[in-house]
């Protein structure tokens, strides 16, 4: 039973480390440009996320294998290909929505596009 109770934790820390690891890997903040030029880029506090928030990045990047994630753009085109959002619709879907649902954070368009 000890050594069950052993091997748990090692288990336990080394998922919780894998996590933390890849966290740690992320941009500062980057900057996510409109593709239609009709809105000014937005500076997104992508760290914040993944370490004060605690949003796992799987949340976000839900298609990607831990440690092999990739631009939001690489999957959201510009246009809609058959059921995968457009990068407007995604962005403002899962992040608007995330904001609306915590009760925290920018929902108005001028709350992320700064003028």
């Known amino acids: 039973m000890r050594k069950f109770a052993t091997l748990l934790a090692?288990?336990?820390v080394a998922v919780f480390s894998a996590g933390t690891i890849v966290a740690a890997d992320a941009p500062e903040k980057i900057t996510i440009k409109d593709i239609q030029k009709t809105k000014t880029p937005v500076t997104f506090p992508h760290k914040?996320?993944?370490?004060k928030l605690g949003i796992k990045c799987a949340e976000c990047h839900h298609k990607d294998a831990a440690g092999k994630e990739?631009?939001?753009f690489a999957c959201h085109k510009?246009?809609?290909k058959g059921e995968t959002p457009s990068f407007k619709d995604a962005m403002h879907d899962k992040c608007k929505g995330c904001h609306q649902k915590m009760g925290k954070g920018p929902t108005k368009c001028n709350?992320?596009?700064k003028s």
Do not use: F, G, P
């Open 48 to 51: 914040d996320h993944s370490t």
């Open 10 to 12: 090692v288990v336990m």
């Open 70 to 72: 990739q631009s939001c």
């Open 111 to 113: 709350d992320c596009h």
């Open 78 to 80: 510009a246009e809609k």
